[in-house]
């Protein structure tokens, strides 16, 4: 497997703010990692893919300019959610593939008051 | 449209017994299906995984099923454990594309 930590576990926040979730591949160089999020009780919903030195490929109907997205090291992809509104408040998921398989980090709660 | 189904949204299963998960796909593309468990607050945590060459593939207690002509696969846990409680989801994925499509989950709660 791989395994992925994330920071940090849990953020409030108020309106109009920005919160930066970090994602780290802790022994796996990811040239790739994925960005996901989960409202409450439904699934986990592909986000963007995070290309390490690139740009990120977003998911239609993802706001690239409100989720923006760093990928400056193999080891490290951030997710910034700007201008945070409580229609964002999510749980947050990033996941590194180096194989077929996805594994996942212990995610992000997000809560925007 | 949802590509991946989990019909049930729960499931209880008494301690040592069997708990059968279930998932029906869609897409004829799909060629890689996985399991994954989920506890609340937690990120999803990888179970076991079947390529679309098999029918069958086993670990420990778990053991997925393929179904390809009916599009099904199928989680056994064998037997039950009351920490085997959590949301299950199934995903899948097609060919050199990477995206996981993920099902809604289904709770299994695993009563001593």
């Known amino acids: 497997g791989a395994v992925v930590s994330q920071h940090p576990s849990w953020v409030i926040c108020k309106s109009g703010t920005s919160v930066k979730i970090e994602c780290r591949s802790l022994d796996f160089q990811a040239t790739t990692m994925f960005w996901y999020r989960q409202f409450p009780k439904q699934s986990l919903m592909l986000m963007a893919t995070s290309n390490e030195g690139s740009k990120a490929t977003y998911e239609q109907g993802v706001e690239k300019d409100k989720f923006l997205i760093n990928h400056a090291s193999l080891t490290l992809s951030t997710l910034t959610v700007t201008s945070a509104h409580p229609e964002d408040s999510s749980f947050y998921i990033c996941s590194v593939r180096p194989t077929d398989t996805q594994y996942f980090g212990p995610g992000t709660r997000l809560t925007v008051l | 449209d949802q590509q991946v189904k989990q019909n049930s949204p729960s499931l209880s299963v008494q301690e040592g017994r069997i708990s059968i998960l279930n998932c029906d796909y869609t897409?004829?593309?799909?060629?890689?299906f996985l399991w994954y468990k989920k506890y609340p607050a937690e990120g999803p945590t990888f179970l076991i995984s079947i390529s679309s060459i098999k029918d069958k593939n086993e670990d420990g207690r778990f053991t997925v099923f393929l179904n390809k002509s009916a599009k099904h696969l199928s989680l056994h846990i064998v037997p039950s454990q009351p920490g085997d409680s959590a949301v299950y989801f199934c995903a899948a994925k097609g060919g050199s594309n990477y995206k996981l499509t993920f099902g809604k989950g289904t709770l299994l709660t695993v009563n001593p």
């Open positions: 897409n004829s593309m799909f060629d890689y």
